[in-house]
């Protein structure tokens, strides 16, 4: 037997392999494979996609909310049809996805959608989607350096974009102002919101992070708690129940919709039917239909302003302009009017985890010191030898005292 055999035979299989060369590795490593997820829409793909499958969508300019929504559900890998950064503004949804290491293959075309099918086993091999043997869609890997050097150009064209934005808004204000800034018909409410703090939570980019630091301000204060669509999915999440759920309900799930909160269901101003009315009506349930133009945040906000609430604070909510290209609105009229008759009740906690780390306080110090000395303590009074050396100790100190003539 040679010597490679007898050390083969005495290290079992811990004799080392040939290694593969880079490109070798690097193609190993860019192959991922699961079930296919698809969906045209982004938010209903978040609602069925599974850990581990491969999600395939159409979504030009992937925002930085629909990033996190995916970023969560955590699949193998995720497929656009379309441009994840066009240019237009610097979006933060394909950094997002990138840094929670989800590989994304990009502008793969609208008739990869015809060419997948919902379960079909796909394989992602570098820039290509394979399956059952065959390549049926090729597009672009993003890498972090790429997705930068995009986002670089689009930051060049912000002014563009800016300037366009400011003329859709001003628009707005001229034919729309009456409408805008004019009360809304209060629905008759259950819960009273007057001389009670209001928490408006939307579920935007970062909203998981500013709950979670507002959880002693709902401790405390005990708000009036208004969803915004899914941010009803959000505040259960995280142990609370909605008071109320505000907005065109396409984004909550059932489970929220039915968790016993009043509904309040936007409708157009132009008498259109509404797809929130419809769903409610298909599921059994009741809501109050309020005609108000604006957004479902803005329509949350001025029921607090109106109800009486004391402060409003607002939980991933939308006002930069990246934050509306990001929600595909051409101008914020309705929001800045709506900021600028709520602002001074008006606190918003977007950033807030990113703001300060709060310092621990002395009780709380104080209750972890007594935690930690407890057992000691048991452990020494329950001790015979521990007893004993203290017993001895004390002996040695008071010989030494008297001695030293202080006792």
Same mark, same amino acid.
């Given at each position: 037997m040679g010597l490679k055999q007898r050390l083969s035979s005495m290290l079992g299989n811990s004799w080392p392999q040939p290694r593969r060369d880079g490109a070798a590795r690097a193609r190993a490593a860019s192959r991922v494979a699961g079930p296919v997820r698809l969906d045209r829409r982004t938010k209903d793909l978040c609602r069925r996609l599974k850990r581990g499958e491969i999600a395939v969508l159409d979504h030009p300019d992937l925002d930085g909310a629909a990033a996190e929504a995916l970023a969560e559900r955590g699949p193998a890998a995720v497929v656009n049809a379309a441009l994840s950064v066009t240019g237009r503004y610097p979006n933060h949804g394909p950094s997002i996805l990138l840094e929670a290491g989800i590989p994304l293959l990009d502008a793969c075309g609208p008739e990869l959608f015809e060419r997948l099918k919902e379960g079909q086993r796909a394989e992602l091999r570098g820039e290509e989607l394979w399956v059952d043997g065959a390549?049926?869609?090729? #597009?672009?890997?993003?890498? =972090?350096?790429?997705?930068?050097? !995009?986002?670089?150009?689009? !930051?060049?064209?912000?002014? !563009?974009?800016?300037?366009? *934005?400011?003329?859709?808004?001003?628009? *707005?204000?001229?034919?729309?102002?009456?409408?805008?800034? #004019?009360? &809304? =018909?209060?629905p008759p409410l259950k819960v009273s919101l007057r001389h009670r703090p209001a928490l408006v939570v939307v579920r935007g980019e970062g909203y998981k992070r500013d709950l979670q630091w507002v959880q002693p301000f709902i401790r405390e204060r005990q708000p009036v708690l208004i969803a915004v669509d899914g941010g009803a999915d959000?505040?259960?999440?995280? #142990?609370?129940? =909605?008071? &109320?759920?505000? #907005?065109?309900?396409?984004?909550?799930?059932?489970?929220?919709? !039915?968790?016993?909160?009043e509904l309040i269901v936007q409708t157009y101003t132009d008498g259109r039917p509404s797809p929130g009315l419809q769903r409610l009506e298909e599921l059994g349930l009741t809501g109050h239909a309020l005609a108000a133009p604006g957004t479902s945040e803005d329509l949350a906000m001025l029921l607090a302003y109106q109800g009486g609430a004391t402060v409003i604070v607002a939980v991933g909510t939308h006002f930069s302009l990246v934050e509306f290209l990001d929600k595909r609105r051409a101008g914020m009229a309705s929001t800045f009017l709506t900021r600028l008759k709520v602002g001074s009740i008006l606190v918003d906690a977007k950033g807030l985890s990113r703001l300060y780390r709060p310092d621990l306080s002395r009780g709380l110090l104080l209750t972890l010191l007594l935690s930690a000395l407890l057992p000691i303590l048991v452990v020494v009074f329950n001790s015979p030898p521990l007893q004993r050396w203290l017993g001895l100790l004390g002996m040695g100190i008071e010989v030494w005292l008297r001695r030293h003539g202080l006792r």
């Open positions: 390549a049926v869609a090729r #597009g672009e890997r993003l890498t =972090p350096e790429l997705v930068e050097e !995009r986002l670089a150009r689009a !930051r060049h064209n912000l002014g !563009r974009e800016l300037a366009e *934005f400011s003329r859709n808004t001003l628009e *707005f204000l001229e034919r729309e102002t009456d409408v805008a800034v #004019g009360d &809304l =018909p209060m959000a505040l259960l999440e995280a #142990g609370h129940k =909605p008071h &109320l759920i505000v #907005g065109d309900m396409d984004s909550a799930s059932e489970a929220a919709l !039915r968790c016993g909160a």
